[in-house]
Each structure stands twice: as structure tokens, then as C-alpha cells.
Nanobody
């Protein structure tokens, strides 16, 4: 059974740094694109950063470009989000996502973690 488990969320002061981790299991991690999303209270979930299955070109929301870095380790089935220069508006629950479309069957696979809370406040 596919599972994603996020960790690393905590309370941090503005300007601080934090690294989120997501441990994947139950599926062939290296075949999946991975991404981080976040949802603040009263707001819709939004894409923060994404990385394709074998690394390479990454994508970021405009609001985090230059401050956040997504990376993955296919040998460890892990994906990370390094967050620097954190702002109060980064406060949200952060979710890990794995997705893939099977090129043979066209079946779409989409998995979510349970989320980890990041609070940026003095």
C-alpha cells in the first residue's frame, strides 16, 4: 500500500530555515513525480514545488522562488523541501504528493501524505 509520511514541521521564527522530509513506501518511488503543496487556514491547497521522477528541472510557486528548494533521493525513497528566509505567510500545513500516469494503461496514480504543520511566527 502506498504511503507518504512527512516530517520536519515545527514553529520557526521569520527569516529562519526549515527542512521538510517525506518518506515514501509501497510504490516504485523513482517512477513518480514528487511535489510539495501547502494549505493555509481558509485557503485552497496550492502547489509549492515539484520535481520529476528522475530529478532534473524543478518548478516553484512564484511566492517561494529563490527561497525554497525541492530535492529527492531515489536510493532512499525520500523527497525534501529546504525552506529558507521563511515568512509568516509561509505558515500552512505542508503535504507531500506522488503522481504518475502509466504510459501503457494510461491509469493515473496520485498519493498524498497526512501533512506536517509549519508555523512561522515570532
Amino acid at each position: 500500500q502506498a504511503q507518504l509520511v512527512e516530517s520536519g514541521g515545527t514553529l520557526v521564527q521569520p527569516g529562519g530555515s526549515l527542512r521538510l522530509s517525506c518518506a515514501a513506501s509501497g510504490f516504485t518511488f523513482s517512477l513518480y513525480a514528487m511535489s510539495w503543496h501547502r494549505q493555509a487556514p481558509g485557503k485552497e491547497r496550492e502547489l509549492v514545488a515539484a520535481i520529476p521522477s528522475f530529478g532534473g528541472s524543478t518548478n516553484y510557486a512564484d511566492s517561494v522562488k529563490g527561497r525554497f528548494t525541492i530535492s529527492r533521493d531515489n536510493a532512499k525513497n525520500m523527497v525534501y523541501l529546504q525552506m529558507d528566509s521563511l515568512k509568516p505567510e509561509d505558515t500552512a500545513v505542508y503535504y507531500c504528493n506522488a503522481n504518475r500516469r502509466n504510459p501503457i494503461t494510461n491509469r493515473y496514480y496520485n498519493y498524498w501524505g497526512q501533512g506536517t504543520q509549519v508555523t512561522v511566527s515570532s
